[in-house]
């Protein structure tokens, strides 16, 4: 299972270091530097550690005083004897009192500020919301035009999924099924989660979807998204079981399993779920019919970082000029193209299309 099975895991700098490892790089480059970095020059855990060290004073040496500063100065002359008298006490004493007033004070804020948030949050660094219903319609009604003109992708971004012949097939209420696995803190889930809705959208009608963002203190954070925890799916073709294994980080730092898989879910994660890390059980993981698997990140989340959701959604449906859009309409031609080859190829008029064509034939798919 992805990051272990405990039911309140620690969000330490091991946990933040493994969660880069649960996603197989996504192009040959990224894949001999090994686990996914933040881009060099952007701000972050590493410029602000950087920061803290050099501000950070020296054990047992005198710090010397800024030029320019007066009180610090004079603070470092030594008083001629006998000068010392009752009025120096008497002001260094009200300074001394007047500081600790000074402390209990701000203390007395933050911690009214932080109860005020906690109540207000609920111990959550971010609260999900239904998602508008101009986002939902432009995620789930992407023009057939725009998937056509993402096709399978610009060679190197798209870390292709693996086809396995000749296992038993996936139903689920039936119809034949997929599988997926994520965490609302995983900022590789935040990516895949908009190829999987966009995807799953051409073959049915997605209920209760809520906003989300990947985890602020991981790998790409804020990466804007949505999560599986309250959605249910219909369609007349494919049965979907989608489980959001983890819950997003705390304020306490860190991240609930929401829901357990069965044992059905446990066995698929066993036999399939191999990614090209160290670690078994890698998140996010699809599996289309037993026959399809993507384990791992399907493209870099990292052009998705500082856009809105808002803005995302709004570039669907133009992926010829926009790179986020093609990214995530490619890695979807390849998941409908899944669904095309164990569902008999229905709707024709997505299984026919241009693109989800393409895709079947990188992967030599058939219906």
């Given amino acids: 299972m992805a990051e272990g ?15 880069k490892q649960l996603s197989r790089p996504v192009s040959g480059r990224e894949s001999a530097r ?32 800024r030029r320019g500063d007066r ?31 000074l402390v209990v004070v701000i203390v007395g804020i933050v911690v009214g500020v932080n109860q ?9 660094i971010y609260d999900p919301a239904p998602v508008s219903a101009t986002v939902l319609h432009e995620i789930t009604h992407v023009p057939t035009s725009a998937y056509n003109a993402a096709g399978t992708g610009v060679p190197g971004t798209i870390s292709v999924p693996r086809v396995v012949n000749g296992q038993k097939p996936l139903k689920v209420d039936g119809k034949p099924g997929m ?13 895949e ?12 009608t997605f209920h209760g979807l809520e906003t989300m963002q990947s985890s602020p203190v991981d790998i790409y954070p804020r990466t804007q998204t949505f999560t599986f925890k309250t959605a249910t799916y219909t369609s007349p073709y494919l049965g979907a079981e989608l489980l959001e294994l983890y819950g997003q980080d705390q304020a306490t730092g860190n991240h609930p399993v929401l829901k357990r898989p069965t044992k059905s879910e446990l066995a698929i994660m066993r036999k399939y779920d191999v990614g090209s890390t160290t670690h078994s059980g890698t998140i996010p993981f699809s599996d289309f019919g037993n026959k399809v698997f993507f384990a791992g990140a399907t493209y870099n989340p990292n052009p998705l970082q500082t856009l809105s959701r808002t803005t995302i959604a709004a570039s669907l449906k133009n992926p010829g000029k926009n790179a986020v859009a ?8 390849y998941m409908s ?31």
């Fill in 337 to 367: 193209a899944a669904v095309c080859s164990i569902d008999g190829g229905k709707p024709g008029s997505v299984c026919s299309s241009a693109g989800v064509k393409a895709a079947a034939a990188a992967l030599k798919l058939t219906t």
């Fill in 5 to 19: 099975a405990s039911d309140n895991p620690r969000r330490s700098a091991t946990d933040k270091e493994r969660s």
């Fill in 116 to 124: 005020l948030s906690s109540k207000t949050t609920k111990g959550l």
């Fill in 34 to 65: 090994g686990p996914a970095r933040a881009p060099r020059g952007r701000p972050g855990a590493g410029s602000a550690a950087r920061e803290g060290r050099r501000a950070r004073p020296q054990a047992g040496r005198p710090q010397p005083a």
């Fill in 179 to 191: 599988f997926g696995l994520f965490g609302e803190f995983c900022p590789y889930c935040a990516a």
């Fill in 71 to 101: 009180s610090a100065g004079r603070a470092g002359r030594r008083q001629p004897a006998g000068r010392a008298g009752a009025s120096g006490r008497s002001r260094t004493g009200l300074f001394v009192w007047g500081s600790i007033a």
């Fill in 326 to 333: 093609k990214l995530i309409l490619a890695a979807s031609n």
């Fill in 193 to 204: 989660r908009w190829s999987i809705i966009t995807s799953l959208s051409r073959f049915g």
